[in-house]
């Protein structure tokens, strides 16, 4: 298996709702990422896990809320989000440094 | 301050043609620079990486070349193809295995 996969694909969730992001790979990769995009920008690095512990938080709000239950799993918690929130959010994962990334397809996030 | 700058135009070339990408960089001093495509909707894409004592790497179409003095990577994609239309992402490693992208270049390939 060489895939990261996400879910869902497409969210949409009020202001005050709380949902998820999941992410999932296979490949052994102890090195694990969140990315958020927004319309014609490259992606900018919200949270970088590495053999599970949370080890880059690029001063992301708290209403974002990652976690890694095992080296398999990565979690996105989302909680009161703002419209401008609305982007595609995007996991990844790589064996370490020196290493190209695996990037999953996303997650298009809609807040409304 | 620190910046990665790639074509802010779009590249549009002929089928057939090679494609020359640049990306330049200030105040890094990265170890790796990788390459990444990526179309609509999807995330992107690994193609290669080169390490600071590379002075080229090339797999199959692709040739990157990284040039620390001047601070500058070119990427290539010979005899270019309409299926070569993407989005490319220049991107370096920061402290901890922090990947940052530049703004990427949009390249059109037409038959």
């Known amino acids: 298996d060489t895939e990261v996969t996400q879910t869902p694909k497409h969210l949409v969730m009020g202001m005050t709702n709380k949902k998820s992001l999941k992410c999932e790979q296979h490949?052994?990769?102890?090195?694990m990422y969140w990315y958020k995009q927004k319309a014609k920008k490259p992606p900018e690095l919200m949270f970088v896990?590495?053999?599970?512990?949370?080890?880059i938080n690029e001063s992301v709000p708290s209403r974002f809320s990652p976690e890694c239950p095992n080296s398999s799993l990565l979690n996105l918690h989302l909680h009161a989000l703002q419209p401008e929130d609305s982007a595609l959010y995007l996991c990844?994962?790589?064996?370490?440094?020196?290493?190209?990334?695996?990037f999953g397809s996303g997650t298009r996030l809609t807040v409304v | 301050s620190q910046k990665i700058e790639q074509n802010s135009e779009a590249l549009n070339i002929q089928e057939g043609k090679t494609a020359t990408l640049t990306c330049n960089y200030t105040?890094?001093?990265?170890?790796?620079l990788q390459w990444y495509r990526q179309d609509p909707g999807r995330g992107p894409v690994f193609l290669l990486l080169?390490?600071?004592?590379?002075k080229e790497k090339r797999k199959e179409r692709l040739k990157v070349t990284f040039d620390t003095t001047l601070k500058q990577s070119l990427f290539h994609i010979t005899a270019s193809q309409p299926a070569d239309s993407a989005t490319y992402l220049c991107?370096?490693?920061?402290?901890?295995?922090?990947?940052?992208f530049g703004a990427g270049t949009i390249l059109r390939v037409k038959s």
């Open positions: 896990y590495s053999y599970e512990k949370l080890s």
């Open positions: 105040n890094y001093s990265p170890a790796y």
């Open positions: 490949m052994g990769h102890r090195a």
């Open positions: 991107a370096l490693v920061e402290y901890g295995n922090k990947l940052v």
């Open positions: 990844a994962s790589s064996q370490g440094t020196g290493y190209g990334y695996t």
């Open positions: 080169i390490r600071e004592n590379e």
